[in-house]
């Protein structure tokens, strides 16, 4: 167990629908990351939230949006779903600055749109 | 921004042997860290290695040490006494700031036979 918990594990669901994505960071740590890897391809950085604040917003779509609350856990909302969503989405959490052990990821959700 | 390339989409090594894993990245910073993340077939993202750029020393984790190069922003990672649990996906990776997003390269298949 990483410390950071993904919620949940797996989802399958239709075209057109809208699915949240839940994320608890490691115990302590203030950032969390949202991370999108599609098969056969490297992990495309989403976006980062920093003690409630929006940090950083990578490629992350128009109907992909994203919010970390005041305790401090972060919900990746996916809506208007297509098959090319598909994908492993991992959250990731790090402390106030980078520690020796670096980011911690969770085991992350595996979304499957039919 | 940043890049990071992995040239070997896939490296294999007899069990015992040795084998070193490429990655050259490209950044702006003058001040950064660079990681190597392993992703066994369960999916999990666990970290090998990390190097702060100021430092010369190249770090050393067990089995697993790093060739940071740089002027020649190469970060390679050499697998000693490789062993059939190293098998995964290695990613290579760099973040500009303590408080900045991960990038990362499109990983390297490490087969290991036995």
């Known amino acids: 167990d990483s410390g950071v918990t993904q919620t949940p594990k797996h989802l399958i669901t239709a075209t057109g629908q809208r699915v949240t994505l839940r994320c608890s960071p490691r115990?302590?740590?203030?950032?969390v990351y949202w991370y999108q890897q599609s098969l056969d391809q490297g992990l495309q950085f989403l976006i980062q939230?920093?003690?409630?604040?929006?940090?950083a917003k990578g490629n992350i779509l128009e109907r992909f949006s994203a919010q970390q609350f005041p305790d401090l856990h972060s919900e990746l909302n996916l809506s208007s779903l297509e098959l090319g969503d598909s994908a492993l989405y991992f959250c990731?959490?790090?402390?106030?600055?980078?520690?020796?052990?670096?980011?911690?990821f969770g085991s992350g959700t595996r979304l499957t749109v039919v | 921004a940043q890049t990071v390339t992995q040239s070997q989409p896939e490296m294999s090594v007899q069990e015992a042997e040795t084998v070193t894993l490429s990655c050259t990245y490209d950044?702006?910073?003058?001040?950064?860290?660079l990681f190597w993340y392993k992703q066994p077939p369960s999916r999990q993202m666990i970290l090998v290695i990390r190097?702060?750029?100021?430092?010369?020393q190249n770090a050393t984790e067990n089995r697993f040490s790093v060739n940071f190069q740089k002027a020649a922003k190469s970060f390679s990672l050499k697998i000693s006494d490789s062993q059939l649990g190293d098998a995964a996906m290695y990613f290579c990776?760099?973040?500009?700031?303590?408080?900045?997003?991960?990038?990362f390269g499109q990983g390297t298949i490490l087969t290991v036979h036995p």
């Open positions: 950044t702006s910073e003058s001040d950064y860290y």
């Open positions: 990731a959490s790090s402390p106030r600055g980078i520690s020796n052990y670096g980011y911690t």
């Open positions: 939230y920093y003690n409630g604040e929006e940090r």
């Open positions: 990776a760099c973040s500009p700031t303590s408080y900045g997003k991960l990038t």
């Open positions: 115990s302590g740590d203030l950032s």
């Open positions: 190097q702060e750029a100021y430092k010369q």
